[in-house]
């Protein structure tokens, strides 16, 4: 990934000439944050448009080429493994590159790859294209982050950040209806094809709308703008290049390494009730297809509440601490989860809502822990400390995907939910040792 470097398109935009006019200066950072915004807003949850399709072709995927749920958590958990890996490299290289052209193409790079699953039919070349499409859905992320540092001051960060965390849930929660009701009428290969194709268009279009840093429009930094102010770690670090960035802010950094380790929980849980939620509804409590579906669309909508919830709830109650409400959110997923796994028999309503609440839950430590660890490194290693945890996060994603498979499998639901609330409890545990974090940075010697 460091060659990308060597390709125009993808280097830093140069800082354009400064600006002076103060009205102007308003009127260009009021209109270039709005387009940003949505842009990359509407760019993230089109990411989950091809990576999230794969889901719900798997019940029409049984059916039609007699895979086994073992087989078919081997592939999700190469997309999620080949996504962690990506997501780390991949977010050190957006720090250095224009996140314009990065996360463009990783959107246009994601759907060849599901049209080219649609056309496959043996496990080999699943896996294979499942894998390539793991790789480039790691680009849409770090730009993310990226924009989010550089385009919003941290005062304000955790609401906008919060309302960009539901992209993820927008774009989940069209899948049940787009992919669910295509996959059903003109079956699971037309169910990858339409997305990609969807994911291919969309990519041009984030090259038209995106833009690189404030400078690069001739605006000066958020922090100057919006009277943020540096701290004495923020002057230190301003200092540092982009290696010791890496080393000193992010990979020595303790709690990096503790939001990483609970990342790898969260998303476990998130991940697997995400996957085999759908699943279990439908084979273990007699839900009909189409219902268990959509109770995957009311986890969706839970989680976009839950991303809006702890982001205002941390800028506004807790004064800009996030810890408090990650640990207070995994709390509250130990108990609905094994609220879940009690869902009655046909229980329709009450399954819809028990998923709600997971989505409530745990899509906010979800959201906040990748924006707790931007903010413990420094906003010019914002994607590397994102990306960081993220690896973890997709190491946890791809451990539900085979291994959870295969205990559903092998030992029934009820040791797939035990191990799901053990998940939980250290989750909570993790997530309350970074109730109240420091700004640190370990500095190298003189």
């Given at each position: 990934m460091a060659l990308l470097g060597r390709f125009k398109v993808f280097q830093n935009a140069p800082a354009a000439e400064r600006i002076t006019d103060k009205a102007k200066i308003d009127k260009d950072y009021s209109y270039w944050r709005m387009r940003t915004f949505y842009s990359m807003y509407f760019g993230y949850a089109f990411f989950y448009l091809t990576r999230k399709s794969f889901t719900f072709a798997m019940p029409l995927m049984i059916d039609e080429l007699g895979f086994t749920k073992t087989d078919l958590g081997i592939l999700g958990s190469i997309l999620y493994f080949t996504y962690g890996i990506s997501k780390f490299f991949s977010g050190i290289v957006s720090d250095r590159s224009n996140p314009r052209y990065f996360m463009a193409l990783g959107l246009i790079a994601t759907g060849i790859w599901n049209i080219c699953f649609g056309f496959s039919s043996s496990l080999f070349f699943f896996a294979v294209f499942w894998g390539l499409n793991g790789w480039f859905q790691g680009w849409g992320w770090p730009p993310c982050a990226r924009f989010l540092t550089h385009w919003y001051a941290k005062k304000e960060r955790g609401r906008w950040w919060g309302i960009w965390s539901t992209s993820h849930n927008l774009g989940g929660a069209v899948i049940p209806v787009v992919v669910g009701l295509i996959a059903a009428s003109f079956g699971w290969r037309m169910a990858m094809y339409?997305?990609?194709?969807?994911?291919?268009?969309?990519?041009?279009?984030?090259?038209?709308?995106?833009?690189?840093?404030?400078?690069?429009?001739?605006?000066?930094?958020?922090?100057?703008?919006?009277?943020?102010?540096?701290?004495?770690?923020?002057?230190?670090?301003?200092?540092?290049?982009?290696?010791?960035?890496?080393?000193?802010?992010?990979?020595?950094?303790?709690?990096?390494?503790?939001?990483?380790?609970?990342?790898?929980?969260?998303?476990?849980?998130?991940?697997?009730?995400?996957?085999?939620?759908?699943?279990?509804?439908?084979?273990?409590?007699?839900?009909?297809?189409?219902?268990?579906?959509?109770?995957?669309?009311?986890?969706?909508?839970?989680?976009?509440?839950?991303?809006?919830?702890?982001?205002?709830?941390?800028?506004?109650?807790?004064?800009?601490?996030?810890?408090?409400?990650?640990?207070?959110?995994?709390?509250?997923?130990?108990?609905?989860?094994?609220?879940?796994?009690?869902?009655?028999?046909?229980?329709?309503?009450?399954?819809?809502?028990?998923?709600?609440?997971?989505?409530?839950?745990?899509?906010?430590?979800?959201?906040?822990?990748?924006?707790?660890?931007?903010?413990?490194?420094?906003?010019?290693?914002?994607?590397?400390?994102?990306?960081?945890?993220?690896?973890?996060?997709?190491?946890?994603?791809?451990?539900?995907?085979?291994?959870?498979g295969k205990l559903a499998e092998d030992y029934g639901w009820n040791t797939f939910f035990i191990s799901l609330l053990a998940c939980a409890m250290v989750a909570f545990l993790l997530l309350s040792l970074v109730w109240a974090p420091q700004k640190e940075t370990s500095l190298p010697a003189k």
């Amino acid at each position: 990934m460091a060659l990308l470097g060597r390709f125009k398109v993808f280097q830093n935009a140069p800082a354009a000439e400064r600006i002076t006019d103060k009205a102007k200066i308003d009127k260009d950072y009021s209109y270039w944050r709005m387009r940003t915004f949505y842009s990359m807003y509407f760019g993230y949850a089109f990411f989950y448009l091809t990576r999230k399709s794969f889901t719900f072709a798997m019940p029409l995927m049984i059916d039609e080429l007699g895979f086994t749920k073992t087989d078919l958590g081997i592939l999700g958990s190469i997309l999620y493994f080949t996504y962690g890996i990506s997501k780390f490299f991949s977010g050190i290289v957006s720090d250095r590159s224009n996140p314009r052209y990065f996360m463009a193409l990783g959107l246009i790079a994601t759907g060849i790859w599901n049209i080219c699953f649609g056309f496959s039919s043996s496990l080999f070349f699943f896996a294979v294209f499942w894998g390539l499409n793991g790789w480039f859905q790691g680009w849409g992320w770090p730009p993310c982050a990226r924009f989010l540092t550089h385009w919003y001051a941290k005062k304000e960060r955790g609401r906008w950040w919060g309302i960009w965390s539901t992209s993820h849930n927008l774009g989940g929660a069209v899948i049940p209806v787009v992919v669910g009701l295509i996959a059903a009428s003109f079956g699971w290969r037309m169910a990858m094809y339409v997305p990609g194709a969807i994911c291919i268009l969309m990519g041009f279009w984030l090259m038209n709308r995106l833009r690189d840093t404030p400078s690069s429009l001739g605006l000066p930094p958020i922090e100057e703008y919006k009277g943020d102010g540096l701290t004495e770690q923020d002057k230190i670090t301003e200092k540092l290049s982009k290696r010791q960035l890496l080393l000193d802010v992010v990979l020595r950094n303790k709690y990096i390494w503790i939001l990483g380790c609970a990342y790898f929980f969260v998303y476990i849980i998130r991940t697997a009730v995400n996957d085999w939620g759908q699943l279990y509804l439908y084979q273990e409590k007699g839900l009909s297809y189409l219902s268990a579906g959509v109770c995957i669309f009311t986890f969706e909508v839970g989680g976009f509440l839950g991303c809006l919830l702890s982001g205002w709830l941390s800028d506004t109650v807790f004064g800009g601490k996030r810890g408090p409400v990650n640990a207070l959110f995994a709390l509250g997923v130990i108990l609905v989860t094994a609220m879940l796994w009690y869902t009655p028999l046909g229980g329709v309503y009450y399954a819809h809502s028990m998923m709600f609440f997971i989505g409530l839950l745990i899509f906010g430590p979800q959201m906040l822990i990748g924006m707790v660890a931007a903010e413990l490194s420094h906003k010019k290693a914002a994607g590397a400390a994102t990306g960081f945890v993220g690896w973890f996060a997709y190491a946890g994603a791809a451990a539900a995907g085979y291994p959870f498979g295969k205990l559903a499998e092998d030992y029934g639901w009820n040791t797939f939910f035990i191990s799901l609330l053990a998940c939980a409890m250290v989750a909570f545990l993790l997530l309350s040792l970074v109730w109240a974090p420091q700004k640190e940075t370990s500095l190298p010697a003189k």
